[in-house]
């Protein structure tokens, strides 16, 4: 029988995964599996997860884990962080919990230049609840409540979040965007963003354009259409904020 490569960071009981088919989630996460075994990080890692679909991964990782409130794992990791330094925190969060919701708290741990990673899956929807806009609704973009297409007139324009934490931070955090669709280069961001931690710099964010074929109602190849031509248009794919030498776009 063949069996798919694992990463060795994965709790495999709780697979196969629970995402949709053609789900983004799962390639986030398998690049976040790659990554904590290729640093040798799964003994001091800690997982937190929000409420929204990357709930889901409360037991993906065989690593300490913990699934907050909506919009509310940025200070539950850096509570954990503060309190034991030599652990490795990781947020993970859709967009609706980051940019909505939890603002706050990601605006503040920015600022502050708090010694953690998150990872915020942009969809471009609120997806565990139905397809709802979200702030970063496309222009234009049809969702449950925007059935006529996204307004910016009276709705503002999407959030671009890695722009706004770049200007944020200050010396040694590291800001990114990746997409599902360059899968080398995402897992670059991710390794780079938890080796800023790992290293003491600072913040660590990397948004990453994800697929949602259930809220989008799109077929294989207009999914693909939608990830590539639309959303890595709106919101460019790259480093914006980094240590680590040439930022990468
Ligand atoms: C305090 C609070 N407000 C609202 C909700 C309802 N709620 C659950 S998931 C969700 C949206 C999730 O969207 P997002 O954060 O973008 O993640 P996704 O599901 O797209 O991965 C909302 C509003 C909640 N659980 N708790
Ligand atoms: S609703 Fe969307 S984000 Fe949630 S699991 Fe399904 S495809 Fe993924």
Redesign the pocket.
Known sequence: MITPATPKSWYLPSKPHK??P????GIVLKALGEAIDELEIQDETVFGCDIG?SL?AWDFFACDSTQTHHGRTTPVMVGIKRTRPELVCIGYMGDGGGYSIGSQHLVNAAVRNENVTLILVN?TNY??TGGQMAPTTLPGQKTETSPYGRDAETTGNPTKGPEFVAALTGEGAYVARGTVSKYKQLKRFIKNALKNQIEGKGFSFVEILAT????WRTNAQQTWHFLEDEMEQYFPVGELKSSHGKGDK
């Open positions: 995402f949709c053609g789900c983004g989630h679909c889901l969809n997806g565990m949602c074929p259930t809220n």
